[in-house]
């Protein structure tokens, strides 16, 4: 299996690319998103390719390498992990400081078949 990451993707021959809107990657990141708001229970994708584009968030996808796939656009997705950067506010009663923000790199999503 290969792990690739989107947008800016980390490998050449990686699907999707470093700029990859296709119609096929933008259905495979909407889908992934689906199943992972199912498998939560959610009403609704909390990944999705818009929301990617307007973030600074980065999707890892886990998919099976082309030399397994018959054409490399049936390369089957795997899962994936989206990360990103979120503030959390941590309080600190043993300095008294009340709350701190801290900006954290935080799991936002993820989904494994």
Known sequence: VTAVRWPNSITRRALPGPHDRTPATM?????LGELSAEAQGLKRAITTPHRLSMSEDRMYIL???YERAQRPELVKAIGFIRVGQKSLYMADVTQGHG???HSLLCVLDFFVH
Not at 27 to 31: A, G, N, T, W, Y
């Open 27 to 31: 259905r495979l990141v909407e889908k």
């Open 63 to 65: 998919r099976e390498p």
């Open 99 to 101: 709350l701190q923000r």
